[in-house]
């Protein structure tokens, strides 16, 4: 039986849209909304393969629809396809670089693969043949408190009050945003006018040769 000092580490292989990564340079503790590792109840690591890996910012700006700094000011997780956890990210426009009916001060909704959804939530919504853990694994109280986490290629997720340029595509059927490439699409501001994408694991060593930093000049002069 597992219980709340044991992490249950599962690894998913799933084909996603242009990602391959790990954690980037800025140090980071797994820390979102107010939870730590003792509030993880199982890690689920997701491996991609992307279908497409973007090194050049004018690939970025020349398949987005939506270019824009922004403040991430809410998060919902849920599941879908079966067991896969995804989020729902709220951004407020800052500044708009590319996007058609899209102005600075609006609310828009991003969809990514990955995120921390509770134990109870997570029984409740997944499909019980996809099932990772079962019930009688944990008390119901460890269930509530506790999450299930899942990570893509260990890259970490997005943090509400953090600002970001984001590159996202319109989703018709889900009406939310998707980012180009994953993680690949999406650039924490690391200091006034940079910004950076964690990288995964695959990708540290490759640093020179990824599209790793940004600045806003850079992207206002590829996305107009």
């Known amino acids: 039986m597992i219980r709340n000092k044991i992490t249950l580490l599962i690894i998913m292989f799933v084909m ?3 990602v391959m990564g790990c ?3 800025k140090e980071r503790e797994r820390v979102t909304e ?3 590792e003792n509030d993880i109840l ?3 690591d997701c491996k991609c393969d992307m279908e ?3 090194n050049k910012l004018e690939e970025l700006c020349d398949v987005s629809e939506m270019v824009v700094q922004c403040k991430v000011i809410d998060m919902e997780s849920y599941i879908k396809v079966g067991s896969s956890i995804y989020t729902d990210y709220s951004l407020e426009i800052k500044e708009v670089y590319k996007g058609n009916n899209i102005k600075k001060g609006d609310i828009v909704h991003m969809e990514m693969l990955g995120g921390r959804i509770s134990g109870t939530k997570y029984l409740e919504q997944v499909e019980e043949e996809a099932e990772m853990i079962e019930e009688a694994e944990f008390s119901q109280e460890e269930l509530d408190r506790k999450y299930i ?3 893509v290629n260990d890259v970490p997720l997005l943090e509400v009050g953090e600002i970001y340029i984001t590159f996202g595509k319109y989703n018709q059927y889900t009406q939310m945003y998707n980012s180009i490439g994953n993680y690949q699409g999406i650039f924490e501001e690391m200091h006034k006018n940079i ?3 964690d990288l995964a694991e695959s990708d540290v060593e490759e640093k020179n040769n990824v599209l790793y930093e ?3 000049k850079e992207v206002m002069q590829n996305c107009d």
Do not use: A, H, Q
């Open 16 to 18: 996603c849209m242009g």
């Open 23 to 25: 954690k980037g340079e």
């Open 34 to 36: 107010g939870k730590d």
């Open 42 to 44: 199982v890690s689920l």
């Open 52 to 54: 497409k890996m973007y």
């Open 149 to 151: 986490e899942m990570l």
């Open 195 to 197: 910004f950076r994408r």
């Open 214 to 216: 940004i600045s806003k």
